[in-house]
């Protein structure tokens, strides 16, 4: 098959991957509307994430760059999301920076707030 007949059929696959993923896009912004918990909403949008994710893995694994280094990148990129997500969880005391999180102790300096402003 020459490179001209590859071409639309290329051309092709790229319309239906760009429908698929504005599809699951979508899917993701009508979760925001949704009245449901916050962890139900943070675990659905992280298994929209991954499938995202997973189909634009799939659909370019081939182009330019060795298999391995693709999941060695893909790796990665899901290793530092996870370690951002439990920073929260270490800040305690951070020994990087020399600080450490005072906002329990602020919160239980303030006083509490008067309903209704006073009345």
């Known amino acids: 098959?020459?490179?001209?007949?590859e071409v639309p059929a290329m051309v092709e696959v790229y319309k239906k991957l760009f429908v698929l993923l504005v599809?699951?896009?979508a899917l993701g912004i009508v979760l925001t509307v949704l009245h449901m918990p916050?962890?139900?909403?943070?675990?659905?949008s992280l298994i929209i994430i991954?499938?995202?994710?997973?189909i634009v893995f799939d659909s370019f694994k081939h182009?330019?760059?060795g298999k391995n280094i693709l999941i060695l990148v893909f790796g990665l990129t899901i290793f530092f999301f996870l370690v951002i997500l439990l920073?929260?969880?270490?800040?305690?005391?951070?020994?990087?920076?020399?600080?450490?999180?005072i906002s329990k102790e602020i919160q239980a300096q303030e006083p509490a707030a008067e309903e209704h402003h006073g009345h």
């Open 1 to 5: 098959m020459s490179q001209s007949h």
């Open 23 to 25: 599809s699951v896009t």
């Open 38 to 44: 916050i962890a139900v909403t943070i675990i659905i």
């Open 50 to 54: 991954g499938v995202k994710g997973k």
């Open 63 to 65: 182009l330019l760059l």
């Open 87 to 101: 920073l929260p969880f270490f800040n305690h005391e951070n020994p990087i920076t020399g600080t450490r999180d």
